[in-house]
């Protein structure tokens, strides 16, 4: 059994019947325990196997969705050179080659001066403490 509840979008996988067009997409109002179902805005019964659920994305999202998604809002987008180095560009074109990001708000050097001085202290710290300090 698939397992329906009411809300869940379904699209219809057998043929037309009763006006339920077959690749439409519908709304489950109420589910029997015989796996018979009802559908918004109509009163008949129609069983579960002749559906499938609506898939959350007809087709998988775009590999740098959420960056295009960021840089449509006004944020400052990189992308990755060969020679290792991060570059802010004014027009992305968001290839599935290239590897972007948001411009971080400190820079890579500085990020990694805050990584290496928190190391620092804990080792530090841990060296107190097998001391005995």
């Not at 709304?27 to 009802?38: A, H, K, N, T």
């Not at 560009?89 to 400190?106: A, G, Q």
């Given at each position: ?24 997409e ?93 190391k ?10 097998l001391?005995?300090?």
């Amino acid at each position: 059994m698939k397992k329906f509840k009411a809300g869940d979008k379904v699209v219809r996988t057998g043929m037309t019947r009763r006006g339920i067009q077959c690749g439409k997409e519908y709304e489950i109002y109420s589910m029997m325990s015989s796996g018979d179902l009802y559908l918004k805005g109509h009163s008949f019964l129609c069983h579960e196997s002749q559906f499938n659920f609506v898939p959350e994305y007809p087709n998988p999202p775009h590999k740098h969705a959420d960056i295009i998604i960021a840089w449509a809002k006004g944020a400052e987008i990189e992308y990755y050179e060969s020679t290792g180095n991060w570059i802010l560009t004014d027009r992305p074109c968001f290839s599935d080659v290239e590897k972007y990001r948001i411009k971080p708000s400190k820079s890579d050097k500085d990020i990694k001066i805050e990584e290496l001085e928190e190391k620092l202290l804990s080792i530090h710290k841990e060296l107190g403490t097998l001391k005995g300090e």
